[in-house]
């Protein structure tokens, strides 16, 4: 398989591409998780060929764009923000219209995709708007990572099962550059009731045995209440802990949590055949 990367203009990102982005009809923009300390791994691209896939199987070329975006400690928070923001500009001018994309991630990059959605219904400040002629396809959070907040329930219940703690969301939080402005849950409600001038439809998940587990329910219970207009489908996967479909990525293994990702992506193509 030949190599094909796009580095961005900023000079320290890029878009790592899988499929034929020269003859995809839809594109994924996806943000792998981590932290933002730690780099992509082989799950992450090997659940993004799952995408590839599907597109195949609905008749609906589809190419990932994966965003190799700069690392803390050396790319402090919101840089991260502005080259998100930097890979779907390169997409649009591309040639990919908005009802042409979706965008999602993993754990910190399901924040990166919610950051980049509330950035769509009101630009930061101190990071290049972008201005749509219509809301994106569709987006994907897998276990968001989408408040600073440690106190939920989840995290006593899960803390001796889960992969992250409490001690890890608070040194991530403190150590690179990341406030509570960067978390989507914490966004005044006049964002949720704009979210649908971003996106039509979202997919989400969360683990029952995950420490983010009451967090994901409440930003899902948010976006349900102030943004009536996105169609939603919320996952509450009850035998899962963080991230579990990165961990069947990790072992190439197409599980029930990379299933019913596939399932989500299969309807969301299928219709209307993608158009």
Known sequence: MK???EPLDDGKSALLWLGDRRKAKKAVLFFHGGAYISPLIPGHVEWCWQYVNV???TGVETAVAVLEYTLAPEGRYPMQLSQAVNGLSHMLSAGFRPRDIVIG???AGGNLAAALLFHLVQPKPTVDPIKLEEPLYAAFLVSPWVTDRTNDASFKENRQVDMISASIVTKATSNFGLASAAFPLGMDSSYFRRLSTAVTQMYVTAGNHEVLRDQVVAYIDKIRCHSPGV??????QPTAAHDFILLEG?????GEYTKAMRSWMKALLSTNNGQ
Request: charged share 50%; glycine share 10%.
């Open 3 to 5: 190599r094909d990367v």
């Open 55 to 57: 597109g195949i199987e």
């Open 105 to 107: 991630g993993d754990s």
């Open 231 to 236: 169609e939603i489908r919320f996952d509450l």
């Open 250 to 254: 990790q072992r190439e293994r197409i």
